[in-house]
């Protein structure tokens, strides 16, 4: 079979150190962003002072020209920026209190359930995979799976909360910076997208690496239970990402719903105006849900598809044979994947200026197209310096022989079907395209024929991108098994830092410009924002696309360990116990958008109702005399989210157990199909009809071409109509959509580590009858 060439003193230093590049790399970034300074001191200035004139490095400020105070712009500035950080920071604290108190519950019943399977023996039993060996006992497995979940839960935390204080620190930052030129808040923008995405890829790989071997120490050479242990970590980064989607989701989208509903089509003011009491709420929002939220979830599909990889590969000859380099595969992608994102990253920084707003998205579509094509060449390294020329991966109950070039064209293939998921995303959601163009046209008649071509968009938008799935799928399935399917998902998370720095990017433009906005600047700054933030708006759908589609392969990959795991042999859906699971499974998706919509529906109501009231009761607001009562507003979405995020919370992570317990686990392996098939199908067209609805009002509001302008300007009735389409895009594209990819997923995690209660003590109600 032949041995790798990197040797396993090599791979214990390759992986810690590129981590250590990662957070590195990030702290630089960061310390770049913190140059520009908000505060009114004359002269202070950012990186601008470089003597090389780049991105409009020389420019004057626009305020200067003008004639306007620049102090007490950069005063306003710098109280609207604190408010934002202070109302995140409070809404993520209450959260992560109600959080805490289920991850000690769920951890408590992961060691319950797992020490239960041999009654809490502390004696070795037979393996599960190779009887006549001898394996640690059950109870080591509980104790180590309830450790990594609780590891996995408060990575995923502190990633989601270090994401959100990035995006709050550079948000008033890179306004002030737009008033320098486009360019400039580009790249403050981008730097602090970058900060979170190199924290979290390096931060994910750094803790699992460190469990994996801390862990080592007790298991051994049984790497059967060490790797079975491990799974929990995906478990807890999946499940926090679970309530940060879920509550975040509804917290950003009662408030934009009610600012823009009241404020937009009633009071014909702008967005973001400071007269609209909701409008501190919604920036607040972009942060704890677009941020916070899209940090834990991305986290989450990055540790599940490295655990299902290691479980397969550790029941294979990688871990038949003790051979921990190429056992380490995974985690050598991923290191691979933050020295790649660097050098991405330097080409939107350093290597080429942004001198004009047409510039900015194929800047950030460039650094998906870059990243993906050095990876390419890095995978290649990866896999030709760390696995053996042949070897076997389990299959089923057999082991199939793999050669590597097999296995270098599984995390190809996934890495590309990413790509193309996020071209076909950006052509549905650009208003550059014609599919946005046409919603946009449907305008003219309403908001109801909007709405007919918005969800016809969003459905036609499933076609391809499900495609490039099912083909990455049969190829990675073909050549390598599951372990195929789970080298593929992580493929396509392989360039997870920029994509995470493309994504943060959006709400951080988004925030700017509000911040332009309520600080009163220029309508010359407010359009470069309004450039910056159309750009992130696409770029954030894409995100999106690589999000669903990672977690439908993901989650068949998880699949695949559970029904190994559970010594299933064949899932047959001509069975009675399979099929009801199946179709049961396949309703799961939108029992759990049902709950969502809702949530986000009653909330805002509520804000709908203050936002009018405030209006109608504080005399002055209007004309700009009083301020409104901005905490009010926050208060309803903060109450709103925590009380809301209970029960779809709640059906995800129950409906495993329950089914498993009282069904078993072939009822349970059609509920994991059923669900992942009708999910990912409606998480795709929920997340791109919502983004057409949005770049349709937004390309109306910026007249750029001759058709826009005859359907605007603000406040026209296709305008109106085009808000109208926004407001019911917005819990479809930030809340129910991105939750989705989270259910499929968690719920597959979760069954593969109960997978032994499941398997011994499973299925009570067939036992019964």
């Not at 590195?24 to 970034?29: I, K, T, W």
């Not at 089923?396 to 097999?406: C, H, M, P």
């Not at 009380?643 to 129950?654: D, Q, S, W």
């Not at 007249?703 to 026209?716: D, N, Q």
Request: overall charge negative.
């Amino acid at each position: 079979m032949g041995s790798a060439l990197l040797p396993d003193l090599g791979t214990q230093i390759v992986i810690p150190v590129c981590a250590v590049i990662g957070i590195v790399f990030s702290l630089v970034q960061w310390y770049l962003v913190s140059r520009v300074k908000v505060s009114s001191e004359r002269g202070a200035t950012s990186p601008s002072s470089n003597k090389n004139n780049k991105n409009g490095y020389g420019d004057c400020l626009i305020e200067e020209e003008e004639g306007i105070n620049d102090h007490n712009v950069v005063a306003k500035c710098a109280d609207i920026q604190n408010a934002i950080s202070e109302g995140a920071t409070s809404f993520l604290f209450t959260e992560y209190q109600y959080v805490g108190i289920f991850m000690i519950a769920f951890a408590i019943l992961i060691f319950l359930f797992l020490g239960s399977v041999e009654g809490f023996s502390t004696s070795s039993q037979p393996c599960t995979y190779n009887k006549e060996k001898r394996c640690k006992p059950a109870l080591a497995t509980a104790i180590f799976s309830t450790v990594s979940f609780l590891l996995g839960a408060i990575t995923s935390v502190i990633s989601g909360f270090l994401g959100m204080k990035i995006a709050t620190y550079a948000n008033a930052r890179t306004t002030l910076e737009a008033r320098k030129g486009v360019g400039k808040a580009f790249i403050v923008a981008f730097r602090s997208g970058a900060v979170m995405g190199f924290l979290l890829a390096a931060n994910g790989l750094l803790v699992l690496y460190i469990a994996i071997n801390l862990f080592k120490l007790y298991y051994g050479d049984d790497w059967e239970g060490l790797f079975e242990a491990i799974t929990g970590y995906g478990l807890g980064g999946s499940s926090m990402a679970l309530f940060g989607r879920v509550g975040g989701g509804i917290y950003t989208k009662a408030a934009d719903v009610g600012a823009d509903l009241v404020g937009k089509v009633e009071r014909n003011i702008p967005e973001d105006d400071p007269r609209n009491p909701a409008v501190i709420a919604d920036n607040v929002g972009d942060n704890v849900g677009d941020i916070a939220g899209m940090g834990s979830d991305l986290f989450g599909s990055y540790t599940e598809s490295s655990c299902a990889a290691l479980v397969v590969a550790s029941i294979s000859s990688f871990g038949i044979d003790h051979d921990f380099t190429a056992m380490c595969y995974p985690l050598l992608i991923s290191s691979m994947g933050i020295l790649v994102c660097l050098i991405t990253t330097l080409f939107a920084t350093d290597f080429f200026e942004i001198k004009a707003v047409k510039e900015i998205e194929p800047a950030l579509k460039n650094q998906l197209i870059i990243s993906t094509a050095i990876m390419t060449v890095g995978i290649a390294i990866v896999t030709w310096t760390c696995l053996p020329s042949s070897f076997t991966i389990f299959n089923f109950g057999t082991q199939k022989v793999v050669k590597n070039w097999q296995l270098f064209l599984c995390v190809a293939v996934g890495l590309w079907a990413g790509l193309i998921i996020g071209f076909v995303t950006e052509y549905y959601t650009s208003n550059a395209y014609s599919p946005v163009q046409d919603v946009a046209d449907s305008c003219r008649t309403g908001a109801a024929t909007n709405v007919i071509f918005g969800l016809a968009l969003g459905y036609k938008s499933v076609i391809i991108p499900i495609f490039a799935i099912a083909i990455a799928i049969f190829v990675s399935f073909t050549f390598a098994a599951m372990y195929g399917i789970a080298v593929a998902a992580l493929g396509m998370l392989s360039t997870i830092a920029t994509g995470l720095a493309i994504d943060a990017y959006g709400p951080i433009s988004d925030n700017a410009g509000g911040i332009a906005e309520m600080a009163g600047m220029s309508h010359r700054i407010r359009e470069r924002t309004d450039a910056l933030d159309a750009a992130g708006n696409t770029t954030a759908a894409i995100g999106k696309g690589f999000a669903i589609g990672s977690a439908a392969l993901v989650s068949l990959a998880l699949f695949g360990a559970f029904v190994s795991r559970a010594g299933i042999s064949t899932v047959d859906v001509l069975t009675p116990q399979v099929f009801i699971g199946l179709i049961v499974g396949a309703m799961l998706p939108y029992w759990f958008s049902a709950m969502t919509m809702k949530s986000v529906g009653s909330a805002a109501l509520k804000m709908v109702e203050e936002v009018r009231r405030q209006f109608n009761t504080i005399p002055g607001l209007m004309e700009g005399l009083v301020k409104p009562d901005y905490a009010t507003c926050v208060k309803i979405s903060t109450d709103a989210s925590i009380k809301e995020m209970i029960p779809p919370g709640a059906l995800v992570m129950l409906t495993p157990l329950i089914v498993g317990i009282f069904f078993g686990v072939e009822t349970l392996s059609g509920v994991l199909a059923g669900a992942l098939v009708s999910g990912v199908q409606i998480a795709i067209s929920a997340s791109n009809t919502g983004g057409a609805w949005d770049n349709a009002k937004k390309y109306i509001e910026a007249g750029a071409s001759e058709h826009a302008r005859t359907l605007g300007p603000k406040g026209s009735e296709p305008h109106k109509a085009a808000v109208i389409g926004d407001t019911i895009g917005d819990p479809l594209k930030d809340t129910s959509g991105p939750s989705l990819n989270i259910l499929i997923k968690l719920m597959a995690v979760e069954s593969l580590v109960f997978a032994p209660f499941f398997a011994t003590h499973g299925g009570l109600l067939f036992k019964i009858f």
